[in-house]
């Protein structure tokens, strides 16, 4: 969507979005609450993730594959034994 990140700092969130978003403590509202506020006041930042982000997410996760990988799910499912 082109939008910043604003993650939880524990697995497959940080992973991805590391680079690309603001982290904050897991439960922690006011670092959170935080982190949203330095993204409304700093526009050029907020516009330079977004950009960060939607690279890549096309790059590591294209929805071809996505749509692979929810074929062949549904795919095992339709097979698995009940």
Same mark, same amino acid.
């Given at each position: ?6 993650? $939880?700092?524990? %697995?497959?969130? #940080? ?7 603001? *982290?904050?403590?897991?439960?922690? +509202? !006011? ?15 907020? $516009?330079?993730? %977004?950009?960060? #982000? ?7 996760? *294209?929805?071809?594959?996505?749509? +692979? !990988? ?13």
């Amino acid at each position: 969507m082109g939008v910043p990140v604003v993650y $939880t700092k524990v %697995g497959g969130p #940080a992973e991805i979005a590391h680079e690309v978003g603001l *982290p904050f403590p897991p439960g922690d +509202a !006011a670092a959170l609450a935080a982190q949203l506020e330095h993204l409304y006041r700093h526009p050029q930042e907020r $516009t330079h993730l %977004g950009v960060l #982000a939607r690279r890549r997410i096309v790059e590591h996760f *294209p929805l071809s594959a996505q749509v +692979a !990988a929810t074929e062949r799910l549904y795919r095992e499912l339709l097979v698995a034994p009940s």
